[in-house]
């Protein structure tokens, strides 16, 4: 495994390579990378991790101090699965030069998390788009955990006609049903009680034809979520917002738990 914190050795490495798969994070990692890291090395070429904590995605400065961040582990864990390259950069690297191709932002960026983040898709594309043109993979591996976000990138590439493939991943989760995500370490042993009962609470309503949300988030909050930004149903082709459940919707919902946000799609 070679890791690599110089865009430009990194990028001198790289150059003859044509089947790169990217799986860019933004480290402390678990299982939903780890997922996606098995799958990338599966379909062959080489795989290359990123890890970058996008300080233009958060909308807090606190938020991004307090994000967990674990190098050694993460680097532990990337050995062991054999990952070809690793490249983490600093914030300089990233942000030092101007990309030929602008951001495409869909105005699917302005629903769910856009509302409640405000600029936090548009940081997100900066970043990707930037981190696309530095590596041109073949493919990038994405998690359906994040929706929107893997829709977004998704629009953003068809529009600028990027070359890359975008392969979605399932979402992986703990045995108590809750999402994977770095975030989980900031909960404490209730909280992420609180965090399984929403998700099988959800998981077992999905089965509902008629769904009244407001209900929905009374009995929610009633487990111990401090507050719900957003509880909805939309349709995971259109991504447009429906009332009634079917085949091709999910429940989207973003809650906090203490002073951790989660989101999670079902
Ligand atoms: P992050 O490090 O949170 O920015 O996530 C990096 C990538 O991993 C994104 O494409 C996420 O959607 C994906 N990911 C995060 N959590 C999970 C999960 N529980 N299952 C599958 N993919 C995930």
Do not use: W
């Not at 951001?103 to 998390?113: N, T």
């Not at 994040?146 to 992986?172: E, G, M, N, P, W």
């Amino acid at each position: 495994m070679k890791i690599f914190k110089s865009k430009q050795k990194l990028q001198k490495e790289i150059l003859y390579e044509k089947n790169i798969s990217f799986v860019p994070t933004m480290g402390s990692l678990h299982k939903g990378h780890e997922f996606l890291i098995k799958k990338s090395k599966k379909i062959g070429g080489k795989t290359l991790v990123t890890i970058f904590v996008n300080p233009k995605q958060f909308n807090k400065k606190s938020d991004y101090n307090n994000y967990p961040r674990n190098i050694k582990n993460d680097l532990i864990l990337l050995k062991r699965l054999k990952v070809n390259f690793v490249y983490i950069p600093n914030k300089r690297e990233i942000f030092s030069f101007k990309p030929n191709k602008s951001v495409f932002l869909d105005k699917v960026s302005k629903k769910l998390c856009g509302q409640f983040r405000k600029g936090h898709f548009e940081g997100v594309l900066d970043v990707v788009n930037r981190f696309l043109e530095i590596l041109n993979p073949k493919r990038i591996y994405l998690g359906k955990k994040d929706f929107q976000q893997l829709y977004l990138i998704k629009k953003h590439i068809q529009k600028r006609k990027i070359k890359t493939k975008v392969i979605a991943c399932k979402t992986i989760r703990e045995i108590n049903g809750v999402a994977c995500s770095s975030r989980n370490k900031r909960l404490n042993k209730k909280q992420l009680r609180i965090a399984s009962q929403v998700y099988k609470f959800l998981f077992k309503i999905k089965k509902k034809s008629k769904l009244n949300l407001n209900i929905l988030k009374r009995k929610i909050l009633r487990f111990g979520v401090n507050k719900i930004d957003y509880l909805e149903i939309y349709n995971v082709e259109s991504f447009r917002k429906g009332l009634k459940l079917n085949t091709n919707t999910n429940i989207f919902v973003s809650y906090h738990l203490g002073k951790v946000r989660l989101i999670d799609n079902i």
